[in-house]
């Protein structure tokens, strides 16, 4: 058997399933996404039919915010299929505008046409008018002649005089028709003619596509669950309180704002929000050695710049969004406030995730969508704050505790005390557990005045010189329920040893003094009561020395 023989036989013997490829192009939809508050982990599905042997699977259309590098593919089917390489590719796209420019064009050549058909109505009319003007010029010489003699009748001066005004009015009104016609159509022309420009402008479109080369045992279908991160996503927290009436507890309704500006718009989708944060790293950042060295005679050394971050990589998240069951009715409920949908949520080991019951519609062009993470009732503990030195202002202050098993992130906080609005806030973050303190606005049923009795200068014979000051605080509380006001004032901070301040004690002393000069009084008053309290300033320094700040 001759060498050619044998290379055409082993050929026949090959299977011809190795030289088959089969290829699929679809396009996967998203069914749910995770947003964190600077990037969203989408995770979309698309199907597929394969025949035995090796298949390559191309998802079309996907964004071009998608990271490379967080790509993940898993797969269910019936075609007992392997997984053997995953490939994210650049694909520009050519845009078919010719046609879409040949129809704007024609529209343009139309109303350009009507255009002109309007200026040649314009030009009749006004050479109606003009030969109007030539009977009311003609008419008036003969009418100042014929007068003499008594002619014309004033019935024919009246029809003459109709004659002429009604027509010049008619050509007039006729005219200023057709300048607004004129002005509607160029307005339309003008918008033909940008959007020709923009659809010559945009023949390229740049989107990405991923490329999965599976082998299949048998004929049959896989279902291609595709993950990646993309970034112009984030979600920010949003808080309203609301003090009840009695001020014993609070209704604290936690929301989160969701935008995106990925190119995509995310349509009937899982929402899930997480506190995760994987701009941080999933690692600390790590030292590098300390150096420190006396001035070298040549140029020091440049020290190590800081290692860089490990790269974090993203976990797809599988968890499918439950349907909420709708309750029916069978009879009329009473008339109740409506409950708003919450989300399920669920405890990591570092971060918290929120599960949105319902699927949500979230368009990509960067507007905020709002939805309800939980509605809480927490324990709250009021009191009054007052300043007197700067005004005579009481504000009602509320310690909450934050009794949800998750923390609350920094946001702004709404609060209104019963139903009024009494301002907005910004709320640091504040851990499960923890306790935290919030402003309900300032009340004129609590008064709290700060009077100078006294203020004395005093140079001594021996020692140094002696400034002195006398304060009276007097609190009210009109209120019916018996109050507690925390009244704040200061001492002045010396920066020099010999400066010396010490508070005169001989009034109420204070529950709290404070490092930074704070003094804080803790009055209990029932309601109706009137308390004063004296205290006084005394600052000493040397004799022949100036303080600034007295």
Known sequence: MTITRCLVLLLLLLPSSAAALSSIETAATITSVTVYQDRALTVRTATAKLKPGSNLITITGLPVLLQDDSVRVEGTGTAGTTINSIEVRRRFLEQTAEKRVKEIEDEITALERTLGRLDSKKAGILAQKNFLDSIRVAWSDRISKELAVRKPTSAELTEIMGFVGGGVTKADEQSRDIELEKKLLKAKIDALKQQKNAATGSQRKESKTVEVMVEAKRQGTLTVELSGVVSQASWEPAYDVRLAGDGMTAELTYRAMVRQQTGEDWNNVGLILSTARPATGGAPPELQPWRIFFPRPRPAMALPSAA?????????????????????????????????????IESGTTSVSFKIPKTVDIAADGSRHGTVISVDRLPVTTQYVAVPKLSSSTWLTAELTNSSPFPLLSGEIRIFTGATFTGSATMKKVAAGEKFTLPFG????????????????????????RMSYRYKVTATNLRKEAQVINVRDQLPLAENSE???????????????????????????????KREFIFGIVVEYPKEREVIGL
Not at 504 to 513: I, S, V
């Open 308 to 344: 860089p971050r490990p790269e974090m990589r993203m976990l797809k998240s599988s968890a499918k969004m439950m349907e909420a069951e709708d309750t029916a009715a069978n009879a009329i409920p009473e008339e109740a406030p409506a409950a708003f949908q919450t989300a399920a």
């Open 442 to 465: 300032s009340d004129d049923q609590v008064i709290v005045l700060r009077e100078e009795l006294k203020q004395h200068k005093e140079a001594r014979l021996f020692g140094g010189n």
């Open 499 to 529: 400066i010396k301040v010490t508070l005169d004690e001989t009034g109420l002393k204070p529950d709290e003094q404070k490092g930074d000069g704070a003094i804080i009084w803790k009055l209990k008053l029932a309601p109706g009561e």
